[in-house]
Each structure stands twice: as structure tokens, then as C-alpha cells.
């Protein structure tokens, strides 16, 4: 799986808040908590900001887990320092609260008909943090050292198909032909192969050709590397310095091309699951992400001085068939596996009123999400059953289901984590009621994914990372690309009809009628949609996080509350 794109997505364990406070707690939960509501819930009472955050006039602290200090946005293997390259350098085109793109660097863009030729125009008057100018040869610059022999980053250019890239990656040309420098403000992107994940990928943060490129050539990125504990960016803020176990100091960026923030310093702060609520609590951080439930929010509001955030992830968690088994070659049987798991005892254990069951292989939140359309799998143990009768599967002398003299047992891959520690008991459970035998099998993530690559299993347990667009939730399950063996040639056909048509409103019927064909032939038995908590002192006011652009897109617009 991918690196974690935002620092809010983290589960953290519950804190001990002081006597007082647990007491309070003890009396709060003697009536049934009511959800919170999505979105900002104000601060009951701002004159409760600590005494140690007023001090700070000047001044916004984030808490942060565990960076590394590996500060380039291409370099990274951490996804905490990305957190931290997001504060240094702004992307060419982002995206907004529902997913769609939006300009951040670039002023616009143009697609050819074809959907093959992207032109993209810079903003004016674009500088660096010391003041150089940013054109669009860096553009240029950047997508080059991506497709460098030498680069082993995180991010993926390959899906874009930038024209020429392969052959600049393989030594057959001393340029990525595909890139085309028109004049300082635009530049001309060419690619073989139409995707709607394109526009992400070349869209992406800019790097300095002047002070990252000076010493490069192609293959040898040590000069580019040398430089990662000393970024230069366009963002909001400037880095100034890492203290390892400690924080991370920035001052804004007067050449920000908003303007310079509000706040004249931010402020990373490095915290961990034992300490998290409690520097929030005395006022040394100003905001902080929580785990979604009802105890978590319940302190938070007990505090008073507290904005809660409570908003959609875009992730999905599931369980993967593995195809190749011949039981589970029968879609029948996976339907019967899906209505005889009681998802909504599952999800309503591990979240308690802040998750929903998931039925399509995206997030609510987006804007490709079928709200009325797709076969919810209600828990219905009598319908599993005659499915899998229906599929040959009878119940034996002890209950256990049989074909051709073999028991329906499967192995179920597990992590230790939060959902599968409550879903291996419901799951063995229902199964036995099905007559079905579960056996677990609990591995740490890398042993995981090992295993399910040699195909040793019959489900695995796992979640996505975000996904910023909605092929990024379906690209599993394209048969040349699958790791289970899932094969639907109409699945294949509109997951690529889908990627290959660039405007959402086109998209959005081609993702409906996907995600019907999924229900009807299921490569996973989807889980769950979580919710996200954060929150912030009520001593600063602009906080509106997200799941795509999280804290730091609110930065700009965070200041000292009147």
C-alpha cells in the first residue's frame, strides 16, 4: 500500500486526561452520547484557551507524528514528511473538498480533443521563497527528474505516459520529448495514452531547476538528494529548521503567491498517541488529530476552547478474494460471503457512529459516489445460504458445507489493527452460522503483503490509501493489473472508458454502471467508510481541514481569533 497522504489520517490510542476531567467523563457516559455532526463544531467557550497559547501572538503550533527530515516532495518515504514538504511547496493544480482540481500554481490549464495534450499556464510574477523566478522550464525539470533511471521515489509518473519518457528513463534520448517549453509561463505536456489521472500527476509540487538542478545529470540525483534537509519552495512557509524528536520550525513566506499568511510562524510540533490530547489540553498545540469516537469527542468538548472537525475519509477498507482458489471463482459464493458478514455490527463496533458500510469502492465524500443505486448487502443469513447451496456448497453431518468432498474452509489474512480486531470474531462467527470455517491468520503488514503475493490465501484484510480520484479505488481490479486474479472484461472495458474521459460530469454515469457490475461479480467484500477528527483552539480561527488537502491547506488562512 501507499505511504499515508495526511498526518489527520492517523488512528491514535485513548489518552488519560487529569482526575478531573475522567471524572467528568464517568458522568458523561452515564446518558447515551449523541453523534456529532459532520463538519466545524464551534468552541463552546474560547475564554478557556489555555494561559500557554495565548502567550503566542504570533504563532500557530500543528501537532505532528514522525517525520524523518527527508524535506523534498519527491524524495520522501515518509508520509509525515510529506506533511511537512506540503507546508514548503505548493502544487501546480490541487484539488477541493470534493475532489475536483483546482489551480493552485497554474492559472489554467487546456486539454486537446484528443485528451492527449495538456497546456498548462502559470500564475504571474511567480517566485520562489528567495525570491528567483518559477517558470515553467522547472515544470519541465520536475517531470524529467521523475522519469530519471536513478529515481526511486514515491511518486508514480508512469500512468500519465508522458510522450518520450521511457526512452529519456531507459537512456535512448536526452529529453523527455513529450515536454515542451512554449514561453517563462506555459508549457505543452504530451502523452500517448489519455488518463484522468493525468492531470494529478503532472500537477504536482514544483522544484527549482536553478537550485536543484545545478549539479544534475541524468542518473545521478546525489546533488538533488544532498538537498533535502535545505528545501527551497513556493508554499506558504519558509522551513527554517528540524529538531528530531521535537518539532519543526517555518516563518511565512513573503512571496507566497497569496500573500504571506496571517500567522508570521508555524510551528510542527512532534507528539505521539500518549501525549497527543494532553499538549492540546495545556494549550501547547493549537491543533491535533484524534481517533473518531465517542470518548475522543467527548473530551474534546469537555475542554471547551475546542473547534471540532469531523469530516469523510476518502479511503475505503475491504477484504480481497483471492480468485485463483477455485471455491471463490464462483461469484455466488462471494455474494453469499458478503450477505452472511454482518457489516454493520462490524463497522458500528470499530467506529461507533463515526463509519459507515461501505457498497462501492469509493468514499461518500466523492463526487462519483452513487447515493441511491448499488446493492447495500444487507446482512441476510437465509439468502448466503441459498446461494451457496445454489452454488453446490451443502451442509455436511457437522454443519460444515461440502462439494466434491471438500469443507468450505478459508484462511483469512489480518494486520493487528483496530477493524480487524473486532472483525475476526464477528466474521468467524458468521461464518460458523453459514457453515463456513474461518481461519484467521494474523501477520504483521509487510508478512501480509509477502503472503498475498504468493497467492498462500483465500481473503485478506486490507484498506486503501487516499484516493484522489475515483480510478484510484478501481485500478485493482483491471485484470492485467489484479493481484487476486479478478478478470471481468466489462469491468475492464468502463474502468478504462472511465479513465480515458476527462469531464466529471461524463465520468460520473460510466462509475454508476461500474459499480453496479462490481456488486453483481464482487472482487472484494467492501467494509467500511471512516469518518476523520481533528481539532483546533479556539485562540485561531481558519482551520477547514479536509481529507484531500488537509491542515495545510487551511494555512494560509489561519489567524488569531478576534
Same mark, same amino acid.
Request: hydrophobic share 40%.
Given at each position: 500500500?501507499s505511504?499515508?497522504?495526511?498526518?489527520?489520517?492517523?488512528?491514535?490510542q485513548?489518552?488519560?486526561a487529569?482526575?478531573?476531567l475522567?471524572?467528568?467523563?464517568g458522568?458523561?457516559?452515564?446518558?447515551?452520547?449523541?453523534?456529532?455532526?459532520?463538519?466545524?463544531t464551534?468552541?463552546a467557550?474560547?475564554?478557556?484557551?489555555?494561559?500557554?497559547?495565548?502567550?503566542?501572538?504570533? %504563532?500557530?503550533?500543528?501537532?505532528?507524528?514522525e517525520?524523518? $527530515?527527508i524535506?523534498?516532495?519527491?524524495l520522501?518515504?515518509?508520509?509525515?514528511?510529506?506533511?511537512?514538504?506540503?507546508?514548503?511547496?505548493s502544487?501546480?493544480?490541487?484539488?477541493d473538498?470534493?475532489?475536483?482540481?483546482?489551480?493552485?500554481?497554474?492559472?489554467s490549464?487546456?486539454?486537446?480533443?484528443?485528451?492527449l495534450?495538456y497546456?498548462?499556464?502559470?500564475?504571474?510574477?511567480?517566485?520562489?521563497?528567495?525570491?528567483?523566478p518559477?517558470?515553467?522550464?522547472?515544470? *519541465?525539470?520536475?517531470?524529467?527528474?521523475?522519469?530519471?533511471?536513478?529515481?526511486?521515489?514515491?511518486?508514480?509518473?508512469?500512468?500519465?505516459?508522458?510522450?518520450?519518457?521511457?526512452?529519456?528513463?531507459?537512456?535512448? *534520448?536526452?529529453?523527455?520529448?513529450g515536454l515542451?517549453v512554449?514561453?517563462?509561463?506555459?508549457?505543452?505536456? %504530451?502523452?500517448?495514452?489519455? $488518463?484522468?489521472?493525468?492531470?494529478?500527476?503532472?500537477?504536482?509540487?514544483?522544484l527549482?531547476?536553478?537550485?536543484?538542478?545545478?549539479?544534475?545529470?541524468?542518473?545521478?540525483?546525489?546533488?538533488?538528494?544532498?538537498?533535502?534537509g535545505?528545501?527551497?519552495?513556493?508554499?506558504?512557509?519558509?522551513?527554517?529548521?528540524?529538531?528530531?524528536?521535537?518539532e519543526?520550525?517555518?516563518?511565512?513566506?513573503?512571496?507566497?503567491?497569496?500573500?504571506?499568511?496571517?500567522?508570521?510562524?508555524f510551528?510542527?510540533?512532534v507528539?505521539?498517541?500518549?501525549?497527543?490530547? @494532553?499538549?492540546?489540553q %495545556?494549550?501547547?498545540?493549537?491543533?491535533d488529530?484524534?481517533?473518531?469516537?465517542?470518548?475522543?469527542?467527548e473530551?474534546l468538548?469537555?475542554?471547551?476552547?475546542?473547534?471540532?472537525?469531523?469530516?469523510?475519509?476518502?479511503?475505503y477498507?475491504?477484504?480481497?478474494?483471492?480468485?485463483?482458489?477455485?471455491a471463490?471463482?464462483d461469484?455466488?459464493?462471494?455474494?453469499?460471503?458478503?450477505?452472511?458478514?454482518?457489516?454493520?455490527?462490524?463497522?458500528?463496533v470499530?467506529?461507533?457512529?463515526?463509519?459507515?458500510?461501505?457498497?462501492q469502492?469509493?468514499?461518500?465524500i466523492?463526487?462519483?459516489?452513487?447515493?441511491?443505486?448499488?446493492?447495500?448487502?444487507?446482512y441476510?443469513?437465509?439468502?448466503?445460504?441459498?446461494?451457496?447451496?445454489?452454488?453446490?456448497?451443502?451442509?455436511? *453431518?457437522?454443519?460444515i458445507?461440502?462439494?466434491?468432498?471438500?469443507?468450505?474452509?478459508?484462511?483469512?489474512l489480518?494486520?493487528?489493527?483496530?477493524?480487524?480486531?473486532?472483525?475476526?470474531?464477528?466474521?468467524?462467527?458468521?461464518?460458523?452460522?453459514?457453515?463456513?470455517?474461518?481461519?484467521?491468520?494474523?501477520?504483521?503488514?509487510?508478512?501480509?503483503?509477502?503472503?498475498?503475493?504468493?497467492?498462500?490465501?483465500?481473503?485478506?484484510?486490507?484498506?486503501t490509501? %487516499?484516493?484522489?480520484?475515483?480510478?484510484?479505488?478501481?485500478?485493482?481490479?483491471i485484470?492485467?493489473e489484479?493481484?487476486?486474479?479478478?478478470?471481468?472484461p466489462?469491468?475492464?472495458?468502463?474502468?478504462?472508458?472511465?479513465?480515458?474521459?476527462?469531464?466529471?460530469? @461524463?465520468?460520473?454515469?460510466?462509475?454508476?454502471?461500474?459499480?453496479?457490475?462490481?456488486?453483481?461479480?464482487?472482487?472484494?467484500?467492501?467494509?467500511?467508510?471512516?469518518?476523520?477528527?481533528?481539532a483546533?483552539?479556539?485562540?485561531?480561527?481558519?482551520?477547514?481541514?479536509?481529507?484531500?488537502?488537509?491542515?495545510?491547506?487551511?494555512?494560509?488562512?489561519?489567524?488569531?481569533?478576534?
Amino acid at each position: 500500500m501507499s505511504r499515508i497522504k495526511n498526518n489527520i489520517n492517523k488512528l491514535l490510542q485513548n489518552r488519560l486526561a487529569p482526575l478531573a476531567l475522567a471524572c467528568a467523563l464517568g458522568m458523561a457516559f452515564g446518558a447515551q452520547a449523541q453523534t456529532l455532526a459532520e463538519g466545524i463544531t464551534p468552541a463552546a467557550d474560547a475564554g478557556l484557551v489555555p494561559a500557554a497559547a495565548k502567550l503566542r501572538k504570533d %504563532t500557530v503550533v500543528a501537532g505532528i507524528l514522525e517525520p524523518q $527530515g527527508i524535506f523534498n516532495p519527491y524524495l520522501f518515504t515518509n508520509g509525515w514528511d510529506e506533511n511537512v514538504t506540503d507546508v514548503i511547496f505548493s502544487r501546480l493544480i490541487g484539488l477541493d473538498s470534493q475532489g475536483k482540481p483546482v489551480g493552485r500554481l497554474a492559472e489554467s490549464w487546456q486539454v486537446s480533443p484528443d485528451n492527449l495534450t495538456y497546456t498548462i499556464k502559470l500564475r504571474s510574477n511567480l517566485v520562489y521563497s528567495d525570491g528567483s523566478p518559477l517558470k515553467a522550464e522547472d515544470i *519541465a525539470f520536475t517531470l524529467t527528474l521523475l522519469h530519471d533511471p536513478a529515481y526511486d521515489g514515491e511518486t508514480d509518473i508512469t500512468p500519465a505516459h508522458i510522450q518520450g519518457g521511457d526512452a529519456y528513463k531507459n537512456g535512448a *534520448a536526452d529529453s523527455v520529448s513529450g515536454l515542451k517549453v512554449i514561453d517563462d509561463r506555459t508549457i505543452q505536456i %504530451t502523452t500517448t495514452q489519455a $488518463g484522468a489521472t493525468t492531470l494529478q500527476l503532472i500537477g504536482g509540487p514544483v522544484l527549482s531547476k536553478a537550485y536543484y538542478g545545478k549539479d544534475y545529470r541524468r542518473g545521478k540525483l546525489d546533488g538533488v538528494r544532498a538537498l533535502s534537509g535545505k528545501p527551497l519552495g513556493n508554499g506558504p512557509y519558509i522551513y527554517d529548521k528540524y529538531v528530531p524528536g521535537q518539532e519543526i520550525r517555518f516563518h511565512a513566506n513573503p512571496n507566497f503567491y497569496l500573500g504571506a499568511p496571517p500567522m508570521a510562524r508555524f510551528i510542527y510540533r512532534v507528539t505521539n498517541p500518549a501525549t497527543n490530547f @494532553q499538549l492540546f489540553q %495545556t494549550g501547547e498545540t493549537d491543533y491535533d488529530a484524534f481517533t473518531s469516537k465517542p470518548d475522543d469527542i467527548e473530551q474534546l468538548k469537555l475542554l471547551g476552547f475546542a473547534n471540532i472537525n469531523l469530516y469523510g475519509s476518502s479511503d475505503y477498507s475491504r477484504i480481497d478474494f483471492n480468485l485463483k482458489r477455485p471455491a471463490l471463482q464462483d461469484k455466488r459464493v462471494r455474494q453469499a460471503l458478503i450477505y452472511g458478514l454482518d457489516r454493520q455490527k462490524l463497522i458500528s463496533v470499530v467506529y461507533q457512529g463515526y463509519g459507515t458500510v461501505a457498497n462501492q469502492p469509493i468514499s461518500p465524500i466523492s463526487w462519483a459516489y452513487d447515493a441511491t443505486g448499488i446493492n447495500p448487502y444487507a446482512y441476510d443469513l437465509a439468502k448466503a445460504r441459498r446461494l451457496l447451496d445454489e452454488a453446490g456448497w451443502k451442509a455436511g *453431518a457437522d454443519g460444515i458445507r461440502q462439494k466434491d468432498g471438500k469443507k468450505l474452509e478459508l484462511t483469512l489474512l489480518v494486520t493487528k489493527k483496530l477493524i480487524n480486531d473486532a472483525l475476526v470474531p464477528i466474521a468467524k462467527d458468521n461464518y460458523r452460522q453459514l457453515g463456513v470455517v474461518l481461519k484467521p491468520q494474523v501477520l504483521d503488514f509487510n508478512a501480509l503483503l509477502a503472503q498475498r503475493k504468493t497467492g498462500n490465501y483465500d481473503l485478506a484484510s486490507l484498506s486503501t490509501s %487516499t484516493l484522489n480520484d475515483p480510478h484510484d479505488g478501481v485500478r485493482d481490479f483491471i485484470s492485467r493489473e489484479s493481484a487476486t486474479g479478478y478478470s471481468n472484461p466489462q469491468v475492464d472495458a468502463l474502468i478504462a472508458k472511465a479513465n480515458a474521459t476527462l469531464d466529471i460530469e @461524463q465520468r460520473k454515469p460510466l462509475y454508476h454502471q461500474l459499480y453496479q457490475l462490481l456488486a453483481e461479480d464482487p472482487p472484494v467484500i467492501l467494509l467500511g467508510n471512516r469518518k476523520i477528527l481533528s481539532a483546533s483552539s479556539a485562540r485561531v480561527t481558519g482551520f477547514k481541514p479536509d481529507i484531500y488537502n488537509g491542515l495545510v491547506g487551511s494555512l494560509p488562512d489561519v489567524r488569531l481569533a478576534q
